[in-house]
């Protein structure tokens, strides 16, 4: 199984909302990340997990908090977001030492109204 | 500033002709590189991958890159396109200062005529 999992693959929210999204993996990999992309862009590291444990935030608002319950499963928990925080949000997993290619999961397309 | 470089924007071709697209980084010591493609409406998937050895790495599909470390470059390239290969196009690289930290490319997008 090569594949990373993410839910939902849409999500509508409002500013005031509180949401979550979901990745998941079976691979036995011990790194997992979050990234951003917007249209037409790149994506943009936010948080990178190594073996449960937060390992990078690249200066990421609070407004947007990860979570690893364990070594399969990453969450992104979001709050009180911008509409300028529409997105596809991607999940990817690999292993920790830096000598593997990273598998991505096929994105969370969040909307903020 | 550390960066990962890919100059071509956009690319148009028509089917059958050849494609190098250009990917420069600037970071210094080891890296492990590669070109990750992006097909309308579908995930991220890995092209190929150079950590180490041979310079000259083959990927999927046809494609290949070539590490030149006195240049920075990890260019793609494939000798006959087809209409299927219309994408985005990423390079990335994971310094190995930052294990873990793989940083992409602004991406090229490529348009093949049929």
């Known amino acids: 199984d090569t594949e990373v999992t993410q839910t939902p693959k849409h999500l509508v929210m409002g500013m005031t909302n509180k949401k979550s999204l979901k990745c998941e993996q079976h691979?036995?990999?011990?790194?997992m990340y979050w990234y951003k992309q917007k249209a037409k862009k790149p994506p943009e590291l936010m948080f990178v997990?190594?073996?449960?444990?937060?390992?990078i935030n690249e200066s990421v608002p609070s407004r947007f908090s990860p979570e690893c319950p364990n070594s399969s499963l990453l969450n992104l928990h979001l709050h009180a977001l911008q509409p300028e925080d529409s997105a596809l949000y991607l999940c990817a997993s690999s292993q920790p030492d830096g000598n593997t290619e990273a598998f991505f999961g096929q994105g969370t397309r969040l909307t903020v109204v | 500033a550390q960066s990962v470089s890919q100059h071509n924007h956009h690319v148009i071709l028509s089917e059958a002709a050849s494609l190098e697209l250009g990917c420069n980084y600037s970071?210094?010591?080891?890296?492990?590189l590669f070109w990750y493609v992006q097909y309308p409406g579908q995930h991220l998937q890995l092209l190929l991958k150079?950590?180490?050895?041979?310079?000259l790495v083959k990927g999927i599909k046809g494609f290949e890159a070539e590490f030149i470390k006195s240049k920075f470059s990890f260019n793609l390239r494939k000798p006959s396109v087809q209409w299927s290969d219309t994408a985005e196009y990423f390079c990335a690289v994971n310094p190995y200062s930052s294990a873990s930290k793989i940083i992409f490319g602004s991406g090229t997008r490529l348009s093949i005529r049929p």
């Open positions: 970071y210094g010591g080891t890296v492990n």
């Open positions: 997990y190594s073996y449960e444990k937060l390992s």
């Open positions: 150079y950590f180490s050895g041979d310079p």
């Open positions: 691979m036995g990999h011990r790194a």
